[in-house]
């Protein structure tokens, strides 16, 4: 079994509409093996090894299906034991997912499209690989294949370096808290690097944070808790309880500063955190030299304090008010008067809650410089057995960070103590903070009981209030997210989604001018770049998730227009997990028998899935049976039907429920795009009063108007701003490059498009038909290199009938083709349907072709360009006249012409025209 091919789906996509890795598998040889035919010698170990795989309930729905399904009849087959095998892996590594799917592919035997959920990419990518290595190694030696793993293979070892893997990848129980929190309120997110980076929200409206560091977080606020001097001396000011404090530089100036303040003291670095370097307790000169040597492995300057004995308490306040109150205990042990500390010590590391640094909610407890101190103190060492209940403190201070435990304490804490925590966190001006306060009772005001503040955190963790060791768990993380989302605060930009088969780029860039036009600052991704703000931002073909999440990322976004392209959708999936409004143009050939789509109807699956997702309004092509067949697959508020037939029999039943539709109605003065919503009839726009439809005769592009209209319609968009966007949006090279460039400056019509399937061909060939061309009809014709025989030949039959001349040619890109293989089809093609000979030119080269067609244009001739090379081809028709043209134009007789900078000349003879970048100069026939 190998797996032959791998697709991570980062969003919504065919097989779910959340992420899902696939991988395509060849069961090779073992498809004639499956799980019953391999026996209990393969499914015992499994199961030993993987407990959980009993509570995976298959088909079966029910705790114990798919062991079931494993000893059933023949059993089940090892691509699907593996797809079970990586998703208990993944929860065995605390990312709780359910989801998969494996099937077999029509026409492959052996081969299975294996689906399964993940939480992070790189673990759910590690855990199929794994599963894979597990299987191989429980196969019979006989049928294993090459490359298995080895008979000292240990998967338990590997099991556990899978989950340590796992889990410095999680995110920290703090970030972890606060995107549940998200999540809660339907608030998006986005993680931002492999670290704590968390942005919520999407475009202008988001908000970043960085563990418990948000954005609107004061810089100065952070620098001044990292002070603790400085700290110390604002808290003091204002009568706040800390305790008396020197800065330090020598064992000298430690050791008076020790005597002037009173042992016992603390002995700290200035700027440290997480207890690191701290020394408590110090009761003579003699201590303080160790100590200073401790802090100084943190920081060059050193705080000593007076030691204030009590509890050690975190008392966390976010936005001005006090959330959560923990007593915090440093790492111990508790005797029984049988085991050493060292093995009391193996024992409390056992709980699962427990791990290293901040992966889990509790960190380990460890052997190190400190630990030997306090049990030297005690006169202890690591082999010495404490009695029965006696308390061994490894760690001086109670940091979870160091193996400390927490004790949830928030429904005592007195009211005063509760007033000068947030008075505390006001001063020093953060809007997220810790208070460190050391008192014997933290139910006792400390104005009787005593106490004080030993240390302010900006960034504090969050893991002991939201999973203490003991007590009631606080939501912490839910303040902070209504913090930085007040109640009705935007958090989500408004999402269109556009697909189909042919007008997707022209529909999104026309409803991103009615959106730019309206006031949005409009984040658009399309086959030409993505565009922010009008400004191309990145250049080629942004269709797919990576485009879809600059735009999102983006903070001056506040509407995207996502062009989402059928490859973008198989290779990735989506990259936004909803969007408000979703439109599918069309569905005709184009890519089939590429990756696994090889009829209309799959690739219908395919565009069907941002309309599965649309929240407020799918708008779908009446017109289009694939698309009319959506309508059953979407949640959406609304359903909006386009429609070119004013008599269409199931829109008249919408409307007449008092639904929505686009219907292009006829009238006195030629076409009107007309409204009805909730039986409501309202005229928009005459058709010939769209630039972009060349007074109507672009018919495609009236239906890509009405699209553009509905899209932006739902998303709240008056009337008048959807007219006055669509009567400023043209078709020139500016505003929808490669989208039917229309260029009149010479003495012939020049129209590029990138129409590249027989649907976009033929639209450009009804639109051709609609010109009244006095001179010939030229086409350079061509066909992508990776599109069926059958496709290819359709193209050249669709423009058979409405052109005079034709020059086949290839793209730069052959995609596997021969040289002049495309070009051949197609002349084959245009021969077969009775096109003579002496019409029809072959020059693979496209960049040879475009020059061919307008060196032999005549006045008053019409060349239509399919181009591939958008930019290379518009700039080679723009500057045709003033670089490229050499032709053997004949001017007659007393003809007369303007140049530029030169005064009119009347011409008695014949002459050429000859250009170069020089400028023009006028030759005779045979001469100078």
Not at 248 to 268: H, T, Y
Not at 875 to 886: G, M
Request: hydrophobic share 40%; proline share 5%.
């Amino acid at each position: 079994m190998k797996i032959i091919s791998t697709n991570v789906y980062v969003g919504p996509n065919i097989y779910a509409h959340f992420p899902v890795i696939r991988h395509v598998l060849d069961l090779g040889v073992l498809e004639e093996w499956p799980s019953a035919k391999l026996g209990e010698q393969f499914i015992e170990p499994l199961l030993e090894y993987l407990p959980g795989l009993a509570e995976h309930g298959c088909s079966y729905r029910e705790p114990g299906g798919f062991i079931r399904r494993l000893r059933e009849d023949e059993g089940t087959w090892l691509g699907h034991v593996m797809e079970h095998v990586a998703i208990e892996l993944q929860n065995s590594a605390g990312s709780p997912v359910t989801f998969g799917r494996t099937r077999s592919i029509e026409g492959k035997p052996g081969h299975y499209n294996m689906v399964f959920q993940y939480l992070d990419t790189e673990v759910g990518l590690e855990a199929g690989a794994l599963a894979l290595k597990l299987l191989h190694s429980l196969l019979p030696d006989t049928i294993k294949p090459r490359g298995s793993p080895a008979a000292s293979w240990n998967f338990p070892e590997q099991r556990d370096d899978f989950i340590r893997y796992a889990q410095r990848r999680a995110l920290g129980p703090s970030t972890a808290s606060l995107v549940r929190a998200a999540e809660e309120r339907d608030i998006p997110w986005l993680r931002l690097n492999q670290q704590s980076l968390v942005q919520f929200g999407h475009g202008r409206f988001q908000q970043r944070i960085q563990a418990t560091t948000t954005g609107r977080t004061s810089n100065i606020a952070v620098e001044l808790a990292g002070d603790k001097e400085e700290t110390n001396a604002i808290l003091r000011d204002l009568g706040l309880p800390v305790p008396a404090q020197r800065r330090v530089r020598s064992l000298r100036d430690a050791q008076r500063a020790a005597e002037r303040i009173g042992f016992p003291v603390v002995l700290k670095p200035l700027d440290g955190n997480h207890g690191r370097g701290v020394s408590i307790n110090l009761q003579t000169s003699e201590e303080i030299e160790p100590a200073l040597k401790k802090a100084r492995e943190h920081g060059r300057n050193v705080i000593v304090e007076s030691y204030i004995e009590g509890l050690d308490h975190r008392l966390l306040v976010v936005n001005g008010k006090l959330v959560a109150a923990a007593m915090r205990m440093p790492g111990h042990v508790v005797g029984d008067g049988e085991r050493s500390i060292e093995e009391l010590v193996n024992i409390v590391n056992e709980d699962p809650r427990r791990g290293v640094g901040h992966e889990k909610v509790l960190t380990r407890l460890e052997f190190d410089h400190e630990a030997d101190v306090l049990m030297k103190k005690v006169g202890y060492d690591k082999s010495t057995v404490p009695e029965k209940d006696e308390v061994v403190f490894l760690r001086g201070t109670a940091n979870l960070s160091t193996g400390g435990t927490a004790v949830d304490v928030t429904d005592i804490i007195h009211p005063d103590n509760r007033d000068m925590a947030e008075r505390t966190i006001k001063a020093i001006g953060l809007d997220i903070g810790g208070v460190d306060f050391l008192t014997k009772d933290i139910s006792e005001s400390y104005r009787d009981a005593g106490g004080g503040i030993c240390e302010v955190n900006a960034g504090p963790g969050f893991r002991m209030h939201v999973a203490p060791s003991e007590g009631t768990p606080r939501d912490v993380a839910g303040p902070v997210l209504d913090m930085l989302f007040p109640a009705e605060t935007p958090r989500r930009i408004p999402i269109a989604a556009v697909t189909g088969t042919n007008g997707k780029t022209t529909t999104a860039r026309m409803l991103a001018h009615i959106l730019q036009m309206s006031g949005y600052t409009v984040g658009l991704t399309s086959t030409d770049g993505v565009h922010i703000g009008g400004q191309l931002s990145v250049p080629g073909d942004m269709t797919g998730p990576v485009s879809a999440r600059m735009v999102l990322r983006d903070p001056s976004v506040d509407a995207a227009v996502m062009e989402t392209a059928r490859g973008g959708m198989l290779r990735g999936g989506l990259g936004f997990q909803r969007c408000n409004v979703a439109a599918c143009l069309n569905v005709s050939a184009d890519h089939l028998g590429l990756e696994g789509i090889d009829t209309l109807e799959q690739l219908a699956e395919i565009k069907r899935v941002p309309i599965e997702i649309a929240q407020d309004a799918a708008v779908l092509n009446a017109d289009d049976v694939l698309c009319l067949q959506m309508a059953d697959y979407t949640d959406a508020k609304i359903v909006s039907y386009v429609t070119m037939n004013p008599a269409h029999p199931l829109v008249k039943q919408h409307i007449q429920a008092g639904g929505q539709a686009f219907v292009l109605e006829e009238g006195m003065n030629g076409h009107m795009i007309t409204i009805y919503d909730s039986e409501i009839h309202t005229p928009l726009v005459w058709s010939h009063l769209i630039p972009a439809t060349v007074e109507g005769r672009a018919v495609h592009n009236v239906q890509n108007a009405m699209f553009a209209a509905a899209l932006a319609y739902n998303m709240g968009v008056s009337l008048e701003h959807i007219r006055h966007g669509l009567r400023t949006f043209d078709s020139t090279f500016f505003q929808a490059p490669g989208r039917m460039n229309i260029y009149d400056e010479h003495a012939f019509k020049v129209i590029l498009d990138y129409a590249h399937n027989p649907a976009a061909v033929k639209a450009m060939c009804n639109l051709v038909d609609q010109f009244e061309v006095e001179g010939r009809k030229i086409v350079v014709l061509a066909a992508p290199g990776d599109r069926r025989d059958e496709d290819i030949r359709e193209i050249a039959s669709l423009a058979a009938g409405h052109f005079d001349h034709f020059i086949c040619r290839c793209d730069d890109n052959r995609r596997g083709r021969g040289q002049d293989e495309v070009a051949e089809l197609l002349k084959q093609q245009l021969l077969a349907d009775g096109i003579e000979p002496n019409q029809i030119e072959l020059i693979p080269d496209e960049e040879a072709a475009t020059h061919h067609a307008l060196e032999i244009a005549r006045p008053k001739d019409l060349i239509l360009i399919l181009a591939d090379n958008i930019k290379r081809s518009w700039k080679q028709i723009i500057y045709f006249d003033a670089e490229n043209r050499l032709d053997n134009t004949v001017m007659p007789t007393s003809t007369t012409i303007t140049l530029p900078e030169i005064e009119v000349f009347s011409l008695d003879s014949e002459v050429q025209i000859i250009s170069d970048e020089r400028g023009v100069r006028i030759a005779r026939e045979a001469g100078d």
